[in-house]
């Protein structure tokens, strides 16, 4: 094992946070109970914000990047974990708080760790990471208030050729849920129908401005955008209907009334991937072992090597990358 390997660190330069790739020793890692070799990891939106200096994400600096990491322990002093057991971890403050998955080395917390779904590789489990992660979890909310059924009205999916909203499409399609995916981009039409989407909606018809009430058409749905698209999925909602938050891509703000929720019934569910507890995140990829197609999968992302990251962290910024990007540590 060496002793020192390349991470990518964010540190204060001049009052503003600025990222690079620079060697970190073992002995730098934090002094926590599991160290994990990790062989991949993702590009998220929130990776984006912080690798480009663009968002305020790391808390304490210096900071190493990255939500996401997936990986094979080599020591522990926990008796939960043993050498050599594969394991993937979303989340738990990896970027802000604590130090992340932009390094080929990390030492975490025993309770953060998933045990990797015999299902998946660990290549395929970062092809999911916390977009596909929090996708579940949006099913799962759904599913448990009830306000969606097989067969029955259409289900919404906005920023639906993201990361977040590709899985939610195979995942609710399996389901055997009518999906109308909303895009701003009609190339990925083709790549969305073959996930499971059976109609589509310009993103800019969910950007105008409209009255708090609007012709009932959905009965859920899965935001990851935020803004004046929340807005209007929600003055769209059927009663008794009910949409999953869990992003901001397009806005933090939401410029909208309570009418849908005090005439219609419609829920506003919040989606937390960052502390979720340990049963809802074995749920969850559960859910993603059982109805996420495999075809499905491989179309949905692509692996990049790690000196790439800062290109891709202005592309994913920028709208630019359809699906999931993988970074592989090791090259």
Known sequence: ????????????????????FKPVALSELP?????????????????????????????????V???DLAGTVVESRSPDWRTGDRVVVNG??????QWGGYARFQRVR????????????????MGIGTAGYTAALCVDALERWGAIEPGGKEVLVTGAAGGVGSVAVALLAKRG??????TGRPETHDYLRGLGATGFIDRAALLENGPPLQKERWAGGVDPVGGQTLV????????????TACGLAGSPGLPGTVLPHILRSVALLGIDSVMAPASRRAAAWDRLARDLDPAHLAAMYEVHPFGDLPE??????????????????SA
């Open 1 to 20: 094992m060496s002793s020192a390997f390349t991470a990518f660190v964010i540190e204060d330069q001049g009052g503003k946070p600025k990222g690079a």
């Open 31 to 63: 002094d926590h109970d599991v160290l994990v070799e990790v062989a991949y990891s993702t590009v998220n939106y929130k990776d984006g914000l912080a690798v480009t200096g663009k968002g305020r994400i790391a808390r304490k600096l210096p900071m």
């Open 65 to 67: 990047a990255g939500i």
């Open 92 to 97: 738990w403050g990896l970027s802000e708080t």
């Open 110 to 125: 025993p309770e953060w760790l998933v045990r990797l779904p015999d299902a998946f590789s660990l290549e395929q489990v």
């Open 177 to 182: 849920y009518a999906v109308t995916a909303s």
């Open 232 to 243: 209007n999925a929600l003055a769209q909602m059927v009663w008794g209907g009910a949409i």
């Open 312 to 329: 891709l962290a202005e592309r994913i910024l920028a709208g630019r990358i359809r699906g999931r990007v993988v970074l592989d540590l």
